[in-house]
């Protein structure tokens, strides 16, 4: 179980680290406000299911954004008209691949092992090196990449 200090403490220590993973990923500062909001939002609803035993503070807390980011994905829905004469059919049909891609993507990331999945989560969407990352799981560098390239090689495997 996590103190109020704990909290505030991992809060301002998080807080600008998840809202520019959410920035990357919605490529919208509103948007990744509003879920940064509701991913800490959720942190303090969790904390006392916090375990330390199970899996770092970094980790849970980038599995509650991730997860947050899922759920805004799985659950909006466009209602935006496209404008034909400014976006072209080939960017429609390009961005409907995107997107296809994205779901592709996220479901594959699902099925990865938890360790994996972190791991590639934190370093291509985290924006951090696998020296970091390596610490912040606890697990030497060398285990690191080896984590990795099993990681890519599944998600090659799940998507191909």
Known sequence: MLSEFEINRIYMEY???????????????????????????????????????????????????????????????????????????????????????MQELAGALKKLDERERDLILLQYYGGNTLKDIAERMGISYSYAKILHKKALDHLKQLMG
Do not use: G
């Not at 920035?23 to 375990?51: G, H, P, Q, W």
């Not at 008209?81 to 080939?90: K, Q």
């Open 15 to 101: 807080q600008p680290k998840i809202l520019k993973y959410l920035m990357y990923k919605t490529n919208s500062r509103d948007l990744a406000e509003d879920l940064c909001s509701d991913v800490f939002m959720k942190l303090l609803k969790k904390a006392d299911s916090f375990d330390e035993t199970k899996s770092s503070v970094s980790t849970w807390i980038y599995t509650i954004a991730r997860n947050t980011l899922y759920d805004y994905f799985r659950t909006r829905h466009v209602t935006e008209e496209l404008d034909e004469e400014i976006r072209e059919e080939s960017d429609v049909e390009e961005s409907l691949c995107n997107e296809e891609t």
